[in-house]
C-alpha cells in the first residue's frame, strides 16, 4: 500500500470515527460539516482508484 493510500484510507477512518460520535451526539451542525469532508476524501480516493471500502467502521465496515 502507497503513503497516499494509507494516508487516505487513515483520513477517511478518522472522519468516519468523527462522524459517528456526532451522529451519537446529535449534533447536526458537525455531522453536516464531516459528511462533506467525507464526500471530499471518497472523491479523491475513487478518482486515484484507492479502494476505501475497509477504512472506516460504518456501514458495510468502510465508508463507502
Known amino acids: 500500500m502507497s503513503e497516499f493510500e494509507a ?3 487513515a483520513r477517511i477512518a478518522d472522519v468516519d470515527g468523527e462522524l459517528e ?4 451526539a446529535f449534533d447536526d451542525h458537525s455531522i453536516e460539516v ?11 480516493a475513487e478518482r486515484h482508484g484507492v479502494d476505501v471500502r475497509h477504512a472506516g467502521g460504518g456501514p458495510g465496515g468502510g465508508a463507502v
Open 7 to 9: 494516508e487516505l484510507r
Open 21 to 24: 460520535l456526532m451522529r451519537q
Open 34 to 44: 464531516l459528511s462533506g469532508r467525507l464526500e471530499n476524501l471518497l472523491r479523491i
